[in-house]
């Protein structure tokens, strides 16, 4: 079974917790688009829901496959988010926004009552890192908030090189927010919580890619089948 066939075995999995009028986030990403257009089928047979798309791309899929979609100015809460992530730790701690959507995908998923993440389990790691961490910045005073990130990195044990992200085109990524993201190797994060709270306190940082205490459960599809992981309570 190859890697696209393992994204839509995760996807159908998290479709089984959808119920008939659940208003859904709906995420961003290859496993993501899987689970978009399994939706759009059960919706074509009569299921009734409404999503929040997490990026334009998604809009667009949602869209062509018939799925109806709303805003979060429309709606106060979604019952669940499904959406990728880039890695995932026994803690379900995540690094998102290898796609570039991670502000839109953690705005969503903070106003959700579940958040289920999907993926091949290769996604599965013991410690995050080793993807690069997105960093969505504001393109003004770039040098001073890449001074704050490396500042902060310091301050919480970890290092690496950082990288304005460019678009396939070679002209610099763009986010559907109009910002930049910078991408830090850093290799291994050993507090993540501490990290995300650094990086949240930079002024010039919209958002960054540590998803702490968002994902309630994951569901990892590998060649020995299904693995459904459920967040430990505190």
Known sequence: MNMDQLKR??????????????????????TAKHFVELLGERVAAGLKVVGVPTSEATRADAQRCGVPLTTLDEIDHLDITVDGADEIDPELNLIKG?????LREKIVAAASDRMIVIADDSKWVPTLGKF????????FGL????????????????????????????????TDGGHWIVDAQLGRIADPASLAKALSA?????????FIGLASSAVLAGGEGIRV?????P
Not at 10 to 20: C, F, G, I, T
């Open 9 to 30: 075995q995760a996807a159908a999995r998290a479709l089984e917790e959808v119920r008939d009028g659940m208003q859904l986030g709906l995420g961003t990403g290859s």
């Open 143 to 174: 040098g001073a908030t890449r001074r704050a990130i490396e500042k902060a990195f310091a301050d919480c044990g970890v290092s690496g090189q950082m990288a304005v992200r460019n678009a396939k085109d070679g002209h610099v990524f763009v």
């Open 132 to 139: 690069p961490l997105p960093v969505e910045v504001i393109p």
């Open 202 to 210: 930079i002024p010039g940082v919209v958002e960054h890619g540590l």
């Open 98 to 102: 290898g796609g570039g959507a991670l």
């Open 229 to 233: 992981i459920e967040r430990r309570k």
